[in-house]
């Protein structure tokens, strides 16, 4: 095959199939020869449910993979950035660059945006291919002393970066990440660079509150499954030492909450704890609709923002909080599986097995 490449045709459909070696089609392009792939919560979800909102045609199917690093193998006759053997990871996206959110430097709200492994019309071809073609700004090239298997930990650490700046943090303040996977954990990671005095995350399973306790060396709290979300929310404040009076209505003393698991009773717990004036950030995706504790958000005048994916200088700063070793991400690799397994590794993810599951790229 001249490009292997994992096509999802549908629910637990997939197939290792030749596609066409893609075209340098614009100047600035570069093909990259994709060495690691990522495994995340969007892919289990493709495995199992064919989509998100949007649905893989079973006719023609869908290349899977964004998290993704790899070596530029050959370069567009404009590209200046970056040479063909540079080791790169890969922002997988590309913007319109014309419309106004991209002139105004929020290029990941352009409703053009074509993003890796997401349904048309027109598809959009994911990095699970032996080559991928993405535009050279869209490649971040890395040192020598990180990992290609490291690499492809910067896309959710770019989204952890971008998550802490939506929430506009500030050293001293006291962060509650709701949800320990892996968005979780690099919330929670970049958080305390930005400066956080106390970083605690919160979930409903014990071995992952015992992973981030030892990964993040920060405060974890279990949630309970059988208690409201306002019995939670007053539970963690107390046994925190976060408590102030009236926490129905005021809440305790915490300044921040980034939302990363999606789930409505996470959600619900995250805008009861936060101080008069708090800060709430949704970076987990949940269902379409929910019920929400609007009158707590009100009374508390809470600045409520949305996170999606990454924008301006995320990536760079993943990159360079990896390479000054301020956040580690190796310890977050559970496993490797070769690319003609890849189901295997969806599969162990949505098993809940280990905490960052890698496909190998493919090997000749």
Same mark, same amino acid.
């Given at each position: ?198 970083? +605690? ?56 909450? +980034? ?106």
């Amino acid at each position: 095959m001249e490009n292997p490449s994992i096509i999802l045709y549908g629910p637990k459909n997939a197939k290792v199939e030749d596609t066409p070696i893609p075209e340098l089609s614009d100047p600035h392009d570069v093909l990259v020869r994709i060495n690691y792939v990522g495994v995340c919560g969007s892919d289990v979800h493709f495995w199992h449910h064919g989509g998100i909102g949007k649905f893989v045609n079973p006719s023609t199917g869908i290349t899977m993979g964004h998290e993704a690093s790899g070596t530029i193998h050959s370069i567009g006759p404009s590209v200046t950035t970056i040479s063909p053997g540079d080791r790169v990871a890969i922002e997988p996206g590309t913007p319109c660059r014309l419309c106004k959110a991209c002139k105004s430097g929020t290029y990941n709200l352009c409703r053009d945006m074509r993003f890796a492994a997401a349904p048309g019309p027109p598809d959009t071809q994911g990095t699970l291919s032996k080559f991928f073609r993405i535009a050279e700004d869209m490649v971040y090239k890395i040192p020598d002393s990180m990992g290609l298997d490291e690499a492809v930990l910067v896309e959710p650490l770019a989204v952890g970066v971008h998550a802490v700046k939506m929430g506009d943090v500030k050293p001293g303040e006291t962060v509650v990440v709701m949800g320990s996977g892996t968005i979780g954990l690099m919330c929670g990671a970049v958080a305390k660079q930005f400066g956080a005095h106390r970083v +605690i995350l919160v979930d409903i399973l014990d071995k992952k509150l015992e992973f981030a306790a030892k990964y993040l060396g920060c405060e974890t709290w279990k949630a309970s499954t059988s208690a409201s979300t306002e019995e939670n929310a007053a539970a963690l404040l107390k046994e925190l030492d976060l408590d102030e009076e009236g926490i129905d209505t005021f809440g305790g003393r915490v300044d921040t909450v +980034i939302e990363a698991s999606g789930a409505t009773s996470s959600i619900e717990t995250g805008i009861h704890i936060l101080r008069p004036g708090g800060k709430y950030v949704q970076t987990g995706l949940g269902k379409p609709k929910i019920e929400f504790p609007i009158v707590a958000m009100g009374q508390k005048e809470l600045m409520v923002r949305g996170c999606f994916r990454y924008g301006t200088g995320d990536y760079e700063l993943a990159v360079g909080l990896i390479r000054k070793g301020l956040v580690d991400v190796k310890p977050l690799i559970s496993s490797t599986t070769p690319f003609e397994d890849a189901t295997q590794a969806w599969d162990k993810t949505a098993r809940g097995e280990g905490i960052k599951n890698l496909i190998q790229g493919v090997l000749d």
